[in-house]
């Protein structure tokens, strides 16, 4: 008989099968590149002036190594055999660990995905109402001159881009938003290219580079140190996309397998991502040096061309749109699954009823999804007006998922999988590996949790 914890994780998966999967490099290129070329890009200049120009590169070049080395980590954990139920796949990270390293494991590895994937739609929601505030300032400057006030609110805004999100989540699952994934591509590079070439402006304007070795000097040592764990927290968020890599993965047509897809397509976007994070994040500090703002688009003091401004802000507010379903649509898998499987009968969560509406095409309603995912997007959108802090949220939750799902749980699925005797090179090495990063990760946390203290009490 089926183990307990294996059940639903077996149908959940058998429901996963019927789906057609036609992705390729280039289509997993463009979910990856959603996800992580998002708002944690802005945040690079800001920290690459707490690092300075040695720590900065160094640590933004380890950590794409990581993140690089995870992904193909994790990506040999997507298929496995089971003697007793035959070779099967794991469509989500969730179901991986659950049947690779079991049911405790599994419910703890639950919890912090489903936390991150949560404060990833927070973070969005904050930074997509910075970049609109930004746009209507940009025309105040335009219009008004450069001494207006052109203060403006943030929650307003964060309204209306979770009434859109709401629209955006009844698309039922992540096998439909590849368009949706392509055009957030699209206008990431497009936002990244514009930072870069304004900070570049900014360089020739000034005459000469600014930045020193070691970052921005601070009153206390303490401070210091606080300030370099937010900017390694900065630097964490904006790389892993572990949390949603195997969902990704499960969107590829096999032959070839499945891994070999996901590797090239996990190395083509880091160096992708690297480029421009390196680019973004040196050409930022060295146009403002000590006065580098913490969300560079949106913070520091260009202008004019005020329009130019205005589309790289449009540009975040339309990936981010996107960026906020890639991080949902495998939390509202996850929930949905465990309904289906706790309420087979119940037509609430399973039925789906066809609806057409004038103008528009036909499309599903099921309650459960309708329900559910308003509720979702509310509570993000709330919880994103009450804590408005951008770097320091970045911080958190790039210390909440650095360690556990970006290194942990993919080391010990490989050591299981593989069999992986221990006291072996390979054995120690990952164990290394996995140290090195508790560290990183708890320092990087606690720095950020006080940053939002002081932010707080601020």
Known sequence: MVEDHKAPLLQSQAAHHLVKRTGTVWTAVAHIVTGVIGSGVLSLAWSMSQLGWIGGPVAMILFASVTLLSSFLLSNTYRSPDPEYGPHRHPSYLLAVNLHLGPKKGRLCGFLVQLSLYGFGVAYVVTSAISIRAILKSNCYHSDGHGAACIFGDAYYMLIFGIIQIVLSQIPNFHNIEWLSVVAAVMSFTYAFIGMGLAIAQIIGNGFIKGSAGGISTHSMTEKVWLVAQALGDIAFSYPFSVILIEIQDTLKSPPPENQTMKKAATVSVIVTTFFYLFCGCSGYAAFGSGTPGNLLTGFGFYEPYWLVDLANACIVVHLVGAYQVYSQPLFATVEDWFRYKFPESAFVNHTYSLKLPCLPAFGLNFLR??????????????????????????????????????????????????????????????????????VGSFTLVGSIEGIISAKLG
């Open 370 to 439: 309708l329900c559910f995912r308003t509720c979702y997007v509310i509570s993000t959108t709330v919880v994103a007006v009450i804590f408005p802090y951008f770097n320091q949220i970045l911080g958190v939750l790039g210390g909440i998922i650095f360690w556990p799902l970006t290194i942990y749980f993919p080391v010990e699925m490989y050591l299981s999988q593989y069999d992986i005797e221990a006291w072996t090179t390979k054995w120690v090495l990952l164990r290394i590996f996995s140290i090195a990063g508790f560290v």
